[in-house]
């Protein structure tokens, strides 16, 4: 039985660019959540006017990957010190966001959380929200597989590329066979 947890990472063709790559992800796509307008376009979203968060939507196989190792390389991959930003991605549309499909997942994730913050792991405060998912829409089509379509262009040779490798040096043994 599969299961579906979304996160906020900053923008979402870094965040999809690692999570295809994980054993046990069956399915990922780029979208928005937890704003107030219903379907909103990538130019709504961007405004910062929306509240959305530009997410992936992981659907995922337990038995393969648990949503703890998930979301060690969420962790592993953004800096969730930054409030609305990932690097020069700033707005409340980049927040750092766990959204959780179940109690068990968001136990997870504030563990983690509480854990990452006693061990010192960060210099600066964790501000992760970790909230339900609510009023989540696929993104335009054009966003899905940006990395995989478009690996030499430039903010994926800068951004999405370093995190890749990040992941499968870090996790070797979570990396897709």
Known sequence: MSETLVLGGGCFWCTEAVFVQVRGVLYVESGYCNGHVNAPSYEQVCTGSTGHNEVVKLVYDPAQVSTRELLEIFFLIHDPTTLNRQGHDVGTQYRSGIYFTSPAQEADACDLINGL?????????????VLALDN??????YHQDFFERNPNQGYCQAVAAPKV????????????G
């Open 165 to 176: 490798a990040k992941f499968r040096q870090t996790f070797a043994r979570l990396v897709r």
């Open 117 to 129: 913050g006693q061990a010192g792991v960060y210099p600066k405060t964790i501000v992760t929200e």
């Open 136 to 141: 989540y829409s696929a993104a335009e089509d």
